[in-house]
């Protein structure tokens, strides 16, 4: 298994190529293809749901990390987990029982992962630490990609490095939101293991294949340290 993680978010890619773009990204060494899923509520944009989901299943063998900003999620496990998601990442703050919620999705056969806002204090996702198989750590507010990264998140990703190690947690810590050639090696030196970039890998002015490479490349850059040691 790798021991880092790029997961291209489909949200900048051009639907109108979605095919070509995904399989783009795939044959350039991305490792998952992130969704977002948005429902207009809990986040002001609306985006894809499971019938999108079900198309990009038919695409790619890729994993499908499915990241659903929407309330009450634990109504639509059941159809993105149907439509082939691989991992569903529910965000702490429109679950009041994240342990209930993370074991349903892994009944579902999904790895689960459970997301905070860069404004939710680390407290609120203590309870799901050691039930996730990921944690992601939202570095901008959650609705749009193209936007900038939020500095002060950095240290809530070292702060969650140090929980997981803590409790031996293999599980993925996931960064979204800004990530990019100066973002990311700040968050990897931090301890995050996965890294989603939407506007670095399909706005790069080279083509999405050069920004998966590049930032393939930054990930490789300082390999020699592992995050889990
Ligand atoms: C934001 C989404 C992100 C977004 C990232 O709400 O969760 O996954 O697509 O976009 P960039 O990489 O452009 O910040
Ligand atoms: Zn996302």
Same mark, same amino acid.
């Given at each position: 298994m790798k021991n880092y993680i790029l997961a291209p978010s489909i949200l900048s890619a051009d639907f109108a190529r979605l095919a070509e773009e995904i399989s783009t990204v795939e044959a350039a060494g991305a490792d998952w293809i992130h969704v977002d899923v948005m429902d207009g509520h809990f986040v002001p944009n609306i985006t894809m749901g499971p019938f999108i989901v079900e198309t990009f299943r038919r695409i790619t063998s890729l994993p499908l990390d499915v990241h659903l900003m929407i309330e009450k999620?634990?109504?639509?496990?059941?159809?993105?987990?149907? %439509? #082939? &998601?691989?991992?569903?990442?529910?965000?702490?703050?429109?679950?009041?029982?994240?342990?209930?919620?993370?074991?349903?999705?892994?009944?579902?056969?999904?790895? %689960? #992962? &459970?997301?905070?806002?860069?404004?939710?204090?680390v407290g609120k996702i203590q309870p799901a630490l050691a039930e996730a198989d990921l944690i992601l750590v939202m570095s901008v507010h959650p609705g749009y990609s193209g936007q900038r990264f939020i500095p002060e998140t950095v240290s809530k990703v070292s702060e969650i490095r140090k929980k997981l190690n803590a409790l031996r947690s293999s599980a993925w810590l996931e960064v979204d939101g800004g990530i990019d050639v100066e973002s990311l090696p700040r968050m990897k030196e931090a301890g995050a293991t996965a890294f989603v970039a939407a506007t670095a890998v399909f706005k790069h002015p080279e083509g999405a294949a050069q920004g998966v490479r590049t930032l393939r490349d930054v990930i490789a850059s300082e390999a020699k340290q592992s995050p889990r040691l």
């Open positions: 999620p634990e109504r639509y496990l059941e159809a993105f987990a149907k %439509a #082939g &998601a691989s991992g569903l990442t529910v965000h702490v703050e429109t679950c009041p029982d994240i342990v209930a919620t993370l074991r349903q999705i892994k009944s579902l056969g999904c790895t %689960a #992962g &459970a997301v905070l806002n860069p404004e939710t204090p």
